[in-house]
């Protein structure tokens, strides 16, 4: 397990995110303008999109794929009525906060998949190619949740024509699941014929991105004044209530190491793309200056160094 985070932290994605870590909590005036990160986070879900899709057509439908859709489905649906008592129990969040919170870490954090990913084809463990599907069919389900947890809530919203406009058409979930299709129609000759534009600088690409996040990442957690001590615990050991349910499910449906591993990251990551897009329009008094900081702040980076190694341990070791 310490190879594994020696590796991962070692890995030019990590370092490049602790650089733009480093720049915004020193204050630098690095940065990425904003139409740039855009196009990289618009490139990165076309290209793990497009090789999912190529995956499963190359391995083809399943059983196996079946149920481990609908696991990721409950499991996503699962984990905010986990996240929600634990955060009006253990911290002073309001109804509408504590399930803003809760919706974000029932969702995944798509780029934690990828960095799982590569930590993965770094050392040599194989993994299905129809992940990317789990990944996206797990995004909306805690949103629903969310909204049912407010119901009661003077502060509450309801399921809206515009509310399921951002859910189900939000940017990421459109472009992840259009080339997951795009790639499963045209399968692998399709992958090869475009790799030189989705597999070849696919590892550049991810570095510029990381060192965005790392600067958004660092800003937040310098300008994080809503985070109090119980919610900066929240956002450590809610991690690991997921990665421990991501770990049992996957090992229940009989996926192969590779594949526990990233059932386990996507169980275990927060949201802080989809969920915040939807939570602005679903649940407008919930406060972003928390969630935000929170799962990309605090999570995120728990996962890259600590997180990420311990679940492909946990993953090759259990078989």
């Known amino acids: 397990m310490f190879e594994l985070a020696l590796a991962n932290l070692t890995s030019p994605m990590i370092l490049f995110f602790v650089l733009g870590l480093l720049a915004a909590l020193s204050r630098s005036d690095l940065a990425i303008p904003e139409a740039i990160a855009k196009g990289l986070a618009i490139y990165l879900m076309l290209a793990i999109g497009f090789k999912g899709g190529a995956g499963v057509a190359d391995h083809g439908v399943d059983t196996t794929l079946v149920i481990a859709l609908l696991a990721g489905i409950v499991l996503s649906a699962l984990l905010p009525l986990i996240a929600f008592p634990l955060l009006r129990s253990t911290t002073k969040l309001s109804r509408v906060d504590a399930a803003a919170i809760a919706a974000c870490y029932g969702s995944i954090s798509i780029v934690t998949f990828l960095a799982a990913a590569q930590a993965l084809e770094t050392a040599g463990i194989a993994y299905e190619g129809y992940m990317v599907a789990i990944a996206a069919a797990m995004e909306t389900p805690p949103i629903m949740v969310a909204l049912w947890l407010t119901r009661d809530s003077a502060n509450g919203s309801t399921l809206d024509r515009t509310v399921l406009r951002e859910v189900f058409l939000n940017g990421s979930i459109v472009v992840l699941v259009g080339s997951f299709v795009i790639g499963w129609v045209t399968g692998t ?36 004044k809503n985070l109090s001590t119980p919610v900066v615990l929240f956002g450590i050991y809610m991690p690991l209530i997921g990665a421990a349910l991501g770990f049992l499910v996957a090992q229940l449906i009989g996926l192969s190491p590779g594949g526990v591993a990233l059932m386990t990251t996507l169980a275990a990551s927060g949201s802080y793309i989809a969920v915040p897009a939807a939570m602005r329009v679903a649940l407008p008094d919930a406060k972003p200056s928390i969630y935000l900081p929170l799962s990309l702040g605090v999570t995120f980076p728990f996962n890259l160094a600590v997180g990420i190694p311990i679940y492909i341990y946990a993953a090759s070791s259990f078989q």
């Open 189 to 224: 000759d399709g992958l090869e014929s475009i790799s030189a534009f989705v597999v070849d600088p696919f590892k550049g690409i991810l570095c510029l991105f990381l060192l965005d996040m790392g600067l958004i990442a660092g800003r937040g957690m310098r300008e994080g």
